[in-house]
Nanobody
């Protein structure tokens, strides 16, 4: 059974940091690009960041550039999203998603429909 599991969410004050993890089971992430998405209540799911299967290519939404960093550790079969200088508008459920590198397109990397595997999400709440 192929699964992605996110962890690391929680409640943090504005300006604080969180590190989200995306762990895979049932398959190896070596050949998969990973995207992080988020969805706030009443809003569409939006792409936050993505990383190629090799880790050599990354992309960030303008709203998180300079504050979030995506990384991967294929030896641990995991991808991370380090979130610093968090703002209330970062509050959302965060999802990781995987797509095989054969189907990965950097141009479409923030399109949810490109991804075949999704985690269940982890809640991030930024509030004082």
């Amino acid at each position: 059974q192929l699964q992605l599991v996110e962890s690391g969410g929680g409640l943090v004050q504005p300006g604080g940091s969180l590190r989200l993890s995306c762990a895979a089971s049932g398959f190896t992430l070596d050949y998969y690009a990973i995207g992080w998405f988020r969805q706030a209540p009443g809003k569409e799911r939006e792409g936050v960041s993505c990383i190629s299967s090799s880790g050599g290519g990354t992309r960030y939404a303008d709203s998180v550039k300079g504050r979030f960093t995506i990384s991967r550790d294929n030896a641990k079969n995991a991808v991370y999203l380090q979130m610093n200088s968090l703002k209330p508008e970062d509050t959302a459920v965060y999802y990781c998603a995987a797509v095989h590198r054969a189907y990965y397109s950097a141009i479409n990397s923030f399109q949810p429909r490109m991804y075949g595997y999704w985690g269940q999400g982890t809640q991030v709440t930024v509030s004082s």
